[in-house]
């Protein structure tokens, strides 16, 4: 269902050219089975690790928050791996379109002087293109205010589609909308 | 140490804050006639042809209910398209945008709720904004478009160079 890595090539190349990359996690794809994400850690880890050493861990999907507790579960789950491997900090790349991710990670770390690097980006290829393709503005071709495509169920979707159709704006609004599945 | 579990739409996001507004799941998939394509094509995910026809993009990202503001695709496609966009997402998205480079629509749309933290304030406030808008005559937001038209094109520039823009300044850091 995944491709191996969310990074565009352009990234990806940038990375590589920067560090030496011990190998990437997709947590999109890993994020309910963290005894495995371990055993992939495991594969990485050395016995001593380069300053230039890093694993990178691709976070391009929202996470897990209860109540009271300060962290998502992924990221809370995330470095339980990364202790209970004794893997440095430092060696982690969270590459995450989360953005404002470092406070959690400066919550979770214990030595400030073991910290992984942090990039905000929403630049993945399941969320950007290189082929963007040019199109003309013709505002006369709009017949239509507004669209709203919104994609799986999710609350705050409900809640905006029972406001268009509830205040008439569905003739406004062009919605689409997918029944949740699971 | 433990690795803790939950089960799948466990979201903070997906506990609805606010009850006098429904936010009951719907029982149909839903597919306006101006909608051509199939959910997440790659003929429709990052551009659709049938955007020329609309005016603007109210976005519902991932999550709303969120600590943190959360960008994908779906905030990329109008801006790829072309169009004005209303953000249903996490405070602080459009700022988030800014930062990038793109520039957004206050001269049309409040755009105070981008800074409104409590979701059930913010939420109002987006009823309020989405209302305004799209009942306005097809004639006057055709106008509004065409005012917008410089930064319209200004954002897709931004977006089709943004990653060179990116790389560039991480490299200027000496990530």
New interface residues.
């Given amino acids: 269902m995944y491709k191996h890595s969310e990074l565009?090539d352009?990234?990806k190349d940038?990375i590589y050219s920067?560090y030496n990359v011990l190998g990437n996690i997709r947590l999109i794809a890993n994020d309910?089975d963290?005894?495995n994400v371990e055993k992939m850690l495991s594969t990485m880890k050395k016995d001593i690790h380069l300053p230039t050493d890093r694993i990178i861990i691709e976070h391009f999907d929202?996470?897990?928050?209860?109540?009271e507790f300060p962290y998502g579960?992924t990221m809370?789950?995330l470095f339980?791996?990364f202790?209970?491997l004794d893997i440095p900090l430092f060696t982690m790349l969270l590459v995450s379109?989360?953005?404002?991710?470092e406070k959690e990670v400066q919550q979770l770390i214990i030595d400030t002087n073991d910290c992984p690097?942090v990039?905000n980006?929403?630049?993945s290829w399941?969320?950007?293109?290189?082929?963007?393709?040019?199109?003309e503005?013709?505002?006369?071709?709009?017949?239509?205010?507004?669209?709203?495509?919104?994609?799986h169920?999710?609350?705050?979707?409900?809640?905006?589609?029972?406001?268009?159709e509830?205040?008439s704006?569905l003739d406004?609004?062009?919605?689409?909308?997918?029944?949740?599945v699971? | 140490m433990t690795y803790l579990t939950t089960v799948p739409f466990n979201r903070i996001n997906e506990s609805w804050p606010d009850i006098s507004v429904s936010a009951w799941p719907i029982h149909n998939d839903i597919k306006h006639s101006l909608v051509s394509g199939l959910p997440n094509n790659k003929d429709t995910k990052y551009q659709a042809s049938f955007y020329k026809k609309i005016a603007v993009d109210i976005v519902t990202e991932t999550v709303y209910n969120y600590p943190y503001p959360y960008i994908s695709e779906k905030t990329l496609r109008p801006i790829a398209c072309k169009r004005l966009f209303i953000i249903v997402g996490a405070a602080g998205t459009l700022e988030i945008l800014h930062n990038k480079g793109f520039r957004s629509f206050p001269e049309v749309f409040d755009e105070s709720y981008d800074t409104i933290v409590d979701p059930v304030e913010r939420w109002h406030v987006l009823e309020k904004v989405i209302t305004n808008f799209v009942t306005k005559p097809i004639e006057e937001i055709r106008d509004i478009v065409k005012s917008q038209s410089d930064i319209l094109e200004k954002n897709f520039i931004n977006l089709k160079n943004l990653q060179t823009t990116e790389l560039g300044h991480l490299n200027d850091k000496n990530l």
């Fill in positions: 565009t352009e990234y940038f920067k309910s963290f005894e929202s996470d897990y928050y209860l109540p579960l809370y789950n339980t791996a202790k209970k379109n989360s953005f404002g991710i690097t990039i980006t929403f630049i399941y969320h950007y293109t290189n082929q963007y393709q040019e199109i503005i013709d505002a006369d071709e709009i017949i239509m205010p507004g669209i709203s495509m919104m994609g169920a999710r609350a705050h979707r409900n809640a905006l589609y029972h406001y268009i509830s205040n704006l406004k609004v062009a919605v689409t909308y997918r029944k949740n699971k």
